[in-house]
């Protein structure tokens, strides 16, 4: 099964999410970094504002190409309810999309479920399906059962047992 791990991670909690799906799936870790932050109250400010707003952020990498992945995972931090959007940067750069199977996460303090709808129409509109997801707050992301359900989901999806 060969998986993609794309994420964004400002304070590391959705980094160890995906680190902890590699370890179990393999796969390759693909890091969006925002190119539009350059301090601490920036990100707090703008980056929640354009969040809030959905939109996008200039990205590294610009594009993503998932063409010969069987699976695609997709993982961001919750700011002001929303994706981050180098995350929705990194769903509108990705190619040879059409046709995969996706699992979305979202790491946050308290609710996440109205990001990841958002994501899953968006993931939608660029001909990939969501196979499933899952929302860690504080205390599922130290939660062993919920971190090996969403690695069974990632197998499933990419056809393993």
């Known amino acids: 099964m060969k998986t993609s791990i794309i994420y964004n991670s400002y ?3 959705t980094r160890g999410v995906a680190e902890k799906v590699q370890a179990a799936c393999g796969g390759t870790l693909v890091e969006v970094k925002s190119k539009q932050y350059s301090s601490k ?3 707090y400010t703008l980056g929640c504002y354009r969040a809030m707003k959905e939109m996008s952020d200039p990205i590294e990498p610009e594009r ?3 063409t010969s992945d069987d699976v695609i995972v997709i993982g961001t931090p919750i ?3 929303k994706a981050t959007p180098a995350v929705n940067a990194a769903i509108a750069s990705l190619q040879g999309c059409a ?3 996706a699992i979305i996460f979202a ?3 308290k609710e996440g479920k109205d990001a990841l709808a958002i994501l899953r ?9 969501v196979a499933g997801e899952f929302v860690f707050d504080k205390d599922g992301m130290k939660d062993p ?3 090996d359900a969403m690695i069974a989901a990632v197998k499933t999806a990419g056809g393993s047992p």
Do not use: F, Q
């Open 64 to 66: 993503i190409d998932v």
């Open 107 to 109: 790491t946050c303090g």
């Open 11 to 13: 304070s590391g909690n």
């Open 99 to 101: 046709g995969k199977k």
């Open 41 to 43: 109250l920036a990100v």
């Open 79 to 81: 700011w002001a309810g």
């Open 121 to 129: 129409t968006a993931l939608g509109a660029r001909g990939v399906t």
């Open 145 to 147: 059962a919920r971190i």
